[in-house]
């Protein structure tokens, strides 16, 4: 119950140990241009889509490199700060305090304030803190101010809603390991006109093959994709489990996903509520659908707990007591992930049983089966 990788089904796992397609013919063609149909409409979007290989920091790291000139100034938050002053760019950091969501009238007021900004690249949920950004308030405030919107889907693609072309998102960045259920290693993209013609219009340059996204819109091997619908040799056995589990999604319906998955964070908030634990986020109203941060209660052993879960009762939850960033006032927190086949009674309820033991383990005053009766009720409820 991490929040990514997360649990692959088993009939995806047996699909991949058969053996590894070709990059190219008419099966493979038909397969990719299936599943670019398939993000399409999770992502609801009549954008150009493609894949890149690599975890999800490839997509980032190629739309800010592809999109951003040296010069350009640019509104970023924590996910893309780093890449775009890589790039050159001049960056106003609008990264809100922990725990909050960041609100669309600050992006309004930096955009008229800092004039001629070229892009707006942010999360769309804050996986660390487990907060969910307004991108359907935001991308109109974006566009009418003329700059391109990128957002960080990497923990939200397959699991919150995206409504890409009605939210005005320029490109949508993302990965296969979170709630696409897929594992790690490929990363789906979604590229609209107005970011093409940022692009197509630079000064200068893309300063590299593997992250320049042209290359992926018509890849220089044959711009006809009869022959190679990649630029590279993809991570063929990835995409085909990842059209499988689009599939899987497709038959069960886009919006009953995303229902599982609000359901699934609302009940396991309610759950370590009626724990007396607090949560991170500041207000529930941003509370993220894939992923909850618990503040760690004072004066319990962090350590002891999340090794009992994991040694005594088989549950791997979010930060391992060596990881030491705290980004509230040096307070210990823990995640866990709920998204993708986790997003479900049949993963939450066991697990905030085995939570309710370790806590119990560390002398935390819980009463057994309170939390998973919290959290039954949501469920029940639906
Ligand atoms: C929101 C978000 N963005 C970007 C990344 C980086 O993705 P990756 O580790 O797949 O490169 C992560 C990683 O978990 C993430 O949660």
Avoid at 73 to 99: H, I, M, Q
Wanted: glycine share 8%; with cysteine; hydrophobic share 40%.
């Amino acid at each position: 119950m991490i929040p990514g990788p997360t649990e692959v089904a088993p009939d995806i796992l047996r699909g991949m140990s058969s053996p590894v397609p070709a990059h190219y013919m008419d099966e493979w063609l038909q397969l990719y241009k299936d599943t670019l149909r398939m993000l399409r409409d999770l992502l609801q979007s009549e954008n150009d889509m493609f894949i890149m290989t690599g975890s999800g920091s490839v997509s980032l790291e190629g739309a800010i490199c592809s999109l951003v000139e040296p010069g350009d100034k640019v509104l970023a938050d924590e996910a893309f700060a780093d890449y775009a002053r890589l790039c050159g760019a001049n960056v106003v950091d609008v990264t809100p305090p922990v725990g909050e969501t960041l609100n669309p009238a600050l992006i309004q007021d930096a955009l008229r304030k800092e004039k001629d900004v070229k892009i707006v690249a942010i999360l769309h949920n804050v996986t660390w803190t487990a907060v969910t950004h307004r991108i359907d308030l935001i991308g109109e405030i974006v566009e009418k101010e003329g700059a391109i919107f990128v957002i960080d889907a990497v923990s939200s693609i397959g699991g919150i809603e995206i409504k890409t072309d009605k939210w005005h998102v320029d490109v949508v960045a993302s990965a296969s390991q979170k709630a696409l259920a897929v594992p790690p290693g490929i990363a789906p993209v979604a590229v609209g006109k107005r970011a093409w013609e940022k692009i197509e219009n630079r000064r200068e340059p893309i300063r590299s093959m593997y992250l320049n996204f042209l290359n992926y819109r018509k890849p220089p091997i044959d711009p006809s994709w009869t022959w190679h619908p990649t630029p590279n040799t993809p991570a063929t056995t990835l995409i085909r489990a990842l059209s499988q589990s689009l599939n899987k999604m497709h038959e069960e319906g886009f919006q009953n996903v995303f229902k599982r998955h609000e359901v699934t964070g609302r009940a396991v908030r309610e759950g370590f509520k009626a724990a007396g634990l607090r949560l991170l986020v500041k207000d529930e109203k941003w509370a993220s659908n894939t992923v909850t941060a618990v503040l760690w209660p004072e004066g319990y052993d962090y350590t002891r707990f999340w090794r009992t879960l994991y040694d005594r009762y088989s549950l791997m939850i979010g930060n391992p007591p060596e990881q030491t960033f705290h980004p509230i006032e040096g307070r210990r927190y823990f995640r866990v992930g709920h998204m993708g086949n986790t997003a479900s009674p049949k993963y939450v309820l066991p697990a905030l049983g085995r939570i309710e033991a370790a806590l119990k383990d560390v002398g935390y005053p819980v009463k057994p089966g309170e939390m998973v009766k919290a959290a039954q009720e949501v469920f029940l409820s639906g």
